[in-house]
Every structure is written in C-alpha cells, then in structure tokens.
C-alpha cells in the first residue's frame, strides 16, 4: 500500500494525475486585472474594491450555482510588462473569468493569454481595437470609442458651433484611437479642426505643446487621454493664457482630474456616461449605499460600475446555462436580452460591444460637481 501511495504521488507531482482538490469544487475563482498601484491606482482600488463586495454580496445569497466566489486580484501596475505576468498569473490559479484591465492598452495586452485558455474577459477597455480580434472570451462593459466620437462631434460643431478644434491625446491605444476616431467623426460633420498633436503621457510639463495649440487660435481643446494628465493640461493651458474650452474624453472622469487642475477645473467638461450618483436605477443606488458603507467612500467614477456590470453579466450567463462552460456562458451572453444593470440594461453584440451609449456632456462648477451641459435626446 505505501509502495502504491508512494507511485500515486510521485504521478500526481509530474501532472500525469491530476491532484485532489477538494476544496476547488466547491469555489468559482474570478479574475481581478487592475492597476492596483501606479498612475492609475485610484481607478484600480474602485475596480477591485467594487468586485470583492459584489462577490461578498452574492454568496451571502447563497454563491452561484451552490458555489462560493472567489476573488483573485493581480496589480498590473497599468504597465505592459505588468499584464503578461498577471495574466498568466490569473490562468494558472483557474479562474473562470478575468475583469478588466482598466485602460484599454493593459486589457488587449491580455486579450490573447485569455482566449487560449478559454477565460472569459470584460474590460471597460473604449479601444474599438479591443473587440476587432475576434476572441469570443471578450466582453466589453462600457462604449466603444467611436460612439464617444460621434457625440462629441456633435456636441462640437453641430451644439456648440466651434470653428477652431484642436484635438491631443496621449500615445496610448485608448487614446490615440478616439482621438483618430473623432478627426473623422468632426470632419464629417463639417467641423474645422486646426491642430492635433500627442504628448507623452506622465511628462508634467505640457507647455510647449500648448504654446503650438495657442498659435492657431482654437476656440476649443478636445483631449482624449487620461485624467492623470488631462488635470494638468487644463491647469498649465489656463496660466498660459490659451483662451479656449476644454473639453476632456472619458478617462478624464475622475475626482483626480479637479485636484491636479485645481481651480482651472471650473469651466472644463468631461465627456462620459452618467457619473454615479446620476444614475436612475435602483440597483445603483442599493450599490452605491453598500460601497459607501463598507468603504467610507464613493466609486472614484462610473468605470468602477461598469466593471462590476460586466462581472454581473458573467454570473447571470452561469446562473442561466447552469454551469461553468465558458463558451457556452459567452455564447448566450452574447445572444441574451437586455439584462437589468447598475449601469442601465446589459446586452452585447455579437463581436462583444456592449450595445446602446448614452453620452452626456459636463461642465465642471467651482466646487468640483457637475452639471449636464448636453445630453442627446
């Protein structure tokens, strides 16, 4: 019997066996990708903070299909060299899906190492490059790049009537292809753009850029990067006297974005779905309370819900194929009817985007709140 025992071992260490684990059959592990710390840490606290409550909250219901979630979380710091260590990191612990990364260059860095495991993805990511792969794994949470272009060329010339556009971004996939997405999205509508140009993200000092934006008199400045930086383009345009609007793409929405601007974010405007608290559903709300109940504080912005909508969807399609069949969970995810979310219905096409948008346009006020300044009908 020992001399038995002994073989079974030495078997089950080379991986011809596989091990006993008793305790995995009675969990389901879910994936947290996120910039845990880094420039973009606020954003991945809210993510991995949002997901761990959801988790809490479904298995003091019971867990799904009689089962307990399970969080694993992995910093990828926002960084590339970071994302192929996380998600290798992530399939060899086995969990069935993966939610995020935040930004959209971290979440296609991903994509690849998740679809040949079978490991469902969803990602708040706008790249429309992120859903062009054709990986069935991936699901997209929030709006694709060129439905935000195509409101923002409108609320530019069609609303506002500017006849001098600027536009920057940084160099990042996110911001590069809404930026490209919306010179086209402007030139079609006939607007006038004078000036497009890319800094380098995390380089502080945007001065001489701004100066070259200056010299063609704009009359509005669309920036479409990261709040990170997008507070101190604001704030350096002011002192330098660039009299146009700012107007700021979505990775703008974030409380940061009011302290690194400081009084110069008075009078800017932020591009994005509705922020937290202007959510119309019940469902935000009771989420919202817990959030703030547990954590002394607010979401940093409507990305951390997003995510958690895309992590309510996946465990919605295990609840309703009554199993843990990737493929078959993505395949009616992909099909299903609008499903109720914190965000609005949840419902996906058949390359991943999540379908419908509903932009709106703020102007940031003296005390750093918000007021809707457009909104499509």
């Given at each position: 019997?020992?001399?038995?025992?002994?073989?079974?071992?030495?078997?089950?260490?080379?991986?011809?066996?596989?091990?006993?684990?008793?305790?995995?059959?009675?969990?389901?592990?879910?994936?947290?990708?996120?910039?845990?710390?880094?420039?973009?840490?606020?954003?991945?606290?809210?993510?991995?903070?949002?997901?761990?409550?959801?988790?809490?909250?479904?298995?003091?219901?019971?867990?799904?299909?009689?089962?307990?979630?399970?969080?694993?979380?992995?910093?990828?710091?926002?960084?590339?060299?970071?994302?192929?260590?996380?998600?290798?990191?992530?399939?060899?612990?086995?969990?069935?899906?993966?939610?995020?990364?935040?930004?959209?260059?971290?979440?296609?860095?991903?994509?690849?190492?998740?679809?040949?495991?079978?490991?469902?993805?969803?990602?708040?990511?706008?790249?429309?490059?992120?859903?062009?792969?054709?990986?069935?794994?991936?699901?997209?949470?929030?709006?694709?790049?060129?439905?935000?272009?195509?409101?923002?060329?409108?609320y530019l010339v069609k609303?506002?009537?500017?006849?001098?556009?600027?536009?920057?971004?940084?160099?990042?996939?996110?911001?590069?292809?809404?930026?490209?997405?919306?010179?086209?999205?402007?030139?079609?509508?006939?607007?006038?753009?004078?000036f497009r140009d890319k800094?380098?993200?995390?380089?502080?000092?945007?001065?001489?850029?701004?100066?070259?934006?200056?010299?063609?008199?704009?009359?509005?400045?669309?920036?479409?990067?990261?709040?990170?930086?997008?507070?101190?383009?604001?704030?350096?345009?002011?002192?330098?006297?660039?009299?146009?609007?700012?107007?700021?793409?979505?990775?703008?929405?974030?409380?940061?974005?009011?302290?690194?601007?400081?009084?110069?974010?008075?009078?800017?405007?932020?591009?994005?779905?509705?922020?937290?608290?202007?959510?119309?559903?019940?469902?935000?709300?009771?989420?919202?309370?817990?959030?703030?109940?547990?954590?002394?504080?607010?979401?940093?912005?409507?990305?951390?819900?997003?995510?958690?909508?895309?992590?309510?969807?996946?465990?919605?399609?295990?609840?309703?194929?009554?199993?843990?069949?990737?493929?078959?969970?993505?395949?009616?995810?992909?099909?299903?009817?609008?499903?109720?979310?914190?965000?609005?219905?949840?419902?996906?096409?058949?390359?991943?985007?999540?379908?419908?948008?509903?932009?709106?346009?703020?102007?940031?006020?003296?005390?750093?709140?918000?007021?809707?300044?457009?909104?499509?009908?």
């Amino acid at each position: 019997m020992k001399r038995i025992l002994a073989m079974f071992a030495a078997l089950t260490a080379l991986g011809l066996i596989p091990a006993l684990q008793v305790s995995a059959a009675d969990v389901i592990k879910i994936g947290v990708q996120a910039p845990i710390t880094g420039q973009y840490a606020s954003e991945g606290q809210g993510i991995d903070k949002a997901v761990r409550l959801l988790a809490e909250q479904v298995n003091g219901e019971g867990g799904v299909l009689g089962k307990k979630l399970e969080i694993v979380s992995c910093d990828d710091e926002g960084t590339a060299m970071k994302v192929a260590i996380c998600a290798r990191d992530l399939v060899n612990k086995g969990v069935l899906a993966v939610i995020g990364s935040y930004t959209s260059t971290c979440a296609e860095a991903a994509q690849r190492t998740y679809f040949q495991a079978g490991v469902l993805q969803t990602s708040d990511g706008t790249a429309d490059s992120l859903t062009q792969h054709g990986y069935w794994t991936f699901l997209r949470n929030s709006f694709p790049n060129s439905a935000e272009a195509s409101f923002v060329a409108d609320y530019l010339v069609k609303e506002k009537d500017y006849k001098r556009i600027a536009i920057l971004s940084d160099f990042s996939s996110y911001a590069e292809g809404l930026a490209d997405a919306t010179v086209e999205a402007i030139e079609e509508a006939g607007g006038n753009i004078v000036f497009r140009d890319k800094i380098k993200a995390g380089a502080q000092n945007f001065t001489p850029i701004l100066t070259n934006a200056k010299s063609e008199n704009p009359d509005v400045i669309f920036f479409a990067g990261y709040y990170t930086d997008g507070g101190l383009l604001r704030s350096q345009q002011v002192a330098l006297g660039v009299n146009a609007d700012f107007v700021a793409g979505d990775a703008n929405d974030n409380p940061d974005f009011i302290k690194l601007a400081g009084s110069a974010a008075e009078g800017a405007y932020i591009v994005n779905v509705p922020t937290p608290n202007m959510l119309p559903y019940e469902l935000a709300k009771d989420f919202l309370d817990s959030y703030k109940a547990k954590y002394g504080e607010m979401p940093p912005s409507i990305w951390t819900l997003l995510n958690v909508d895309g992590m309510r969807a996946i465990l919605h399609g295990m609840e309703e194929t009554g199993g843990t069949d990737t493929k078959k969970i993505a395949e009616y995810l992909h099909a299903m009817e609008p499903y109720p979310g914190i965000t609005g219905p949840i419902a996906f096409a058949d390359d991943g985007n999540r379908t419908g948008s509903g932009y709106m346009a703020y102007r940031i006020l003296e005390d750093g709140t918000y007021e809707i300044a457009y909104r499509q009908n």
